[in-house]
């Protein structure tokens, strides 16, 4: 039994040899005190964070901040961040106070929870949802911004679009909004009216000049119309903000129209 414990003293002491840089709840800096590191090449410098990872980080004025995964960073107070970035140089870096940052092999999340007034709550990013300012700022409850080159979308599935399910989104109750299914086609659902506030009712994807469409007047009668283009404008542009005709007459405040033209000296001369 004797041996057994021994033998077990020495492989635990050799295995702490082999990770004697891992630290686990320790104050690796003065202003890191309370801190807590788990992994490999990681700090954690802000007063009560934790780093958990490999090169996970904590500034020191980000106190009471967590940072997860590999590759990332926190440089605000109680924010958190989980994931990993896509390099030493870029990595996932939260720097908004009391929020939270998800994404992976990248600088910027896929999800963000903004902070949130007191007792209230916040708003959720997905992608890359950056203000005017760059600052990560999420306009709505839910803000969905896609990336250069992606489509915006939202796909609401049903779990057997065949075996009959629907696809449904509610808007202000369970009374307005949109459902889809396969055998029924397209629903809009409203208790008060379906208002369009301008334009036209177009029937298939290639109508164009001549195609039928529904409009209504300004009472609100629909009628079919035939669309028609606007007649182009006789007026020219020279590339800059100069207009002119290229021919034709004017006439000013008399039935008698006069030519005006530009002679060979640069004047300009009347008949």
């Known amino acids: 039994m004797k041996k057994l414990i021994l033998i077990a003293v ?12 891992t ?16 992994g490999n090449a990681s700090t954690a410098d802000g007063m009560g964070s934790i780093a958990i990872g490999t090169n996970a980080h904590t500034l020191s004025n980000a106190t009471s901040s967590i940072a997860i995964g ?14 990993c970035g896509s390099g030493l140089n870029t990595m996932l870096t939260n720097s908004i106070q009391e929020s939270l940052m998800i994404g992976f092999n990248s600088s910027k999340p896929t999800v963000f929870v903004s902070r949130s007034d007191y007792e209230m709550t916040g708003r959720v990013g997905i992608g890359n949802v950056i203000d005017q300012f ?16 992606e489509e915006a979308a939202v796909f609401i599935q049903p ?19 949109i459902s889809a299914m396969k055998d029924r086609g397209l629903f809009f659902r409203t208790e008060s009216f379906y208002n369009f506030n301008e334009g036209f009712l177009k029937y298939g994807m290639d109508a164009r000049e001549g195609s039928v469409l529904l409009c209504a007047d300004s009472e609100g009668t629909a009628v ?3 669309l028609e283009l606007p007649a182009p404008s006789p007026w020219l542009t020279s590339g800059t903000s ?22 060979r000296s640069g004047k300009n001369s009347c008949r």
């Open 159 to 177: 779990f057997s679009w065949i075996g009959g399910g629907a696809g449904s989104l509610a808007l202000g109750n369970e009374f307005h909004g």
């Open 224 to 226: 079919w119309a035939q």
């Open 134 to 149: 760059g600052v990560l700022n999420p306009l709505a409850k839910l803000h969905l911004r896609a990336d250069e080159g």
């Open 242 to 263: 100069d207009i002119y005709f290229s021919a034709g007459k004017v006439g000013i405040g008399t039935h008698q129209y006069l030519w005006l033209r530009t002679g």
């Open 10 to 21: 020495l492989i635990l002491s050799q295995a702490a040899f082999l990770v004697g840089q």
């Open 70 to 83: 590999t590759m990332v960073k926190t440089i605000a107070g109680k924010s958190i961040v989980i994931g």
């Open 23 to 38: 630290c686990v709840v320790c104050d690796q800096a003065p202003l890191g005190f309370g801190a807590s590191i788990i």
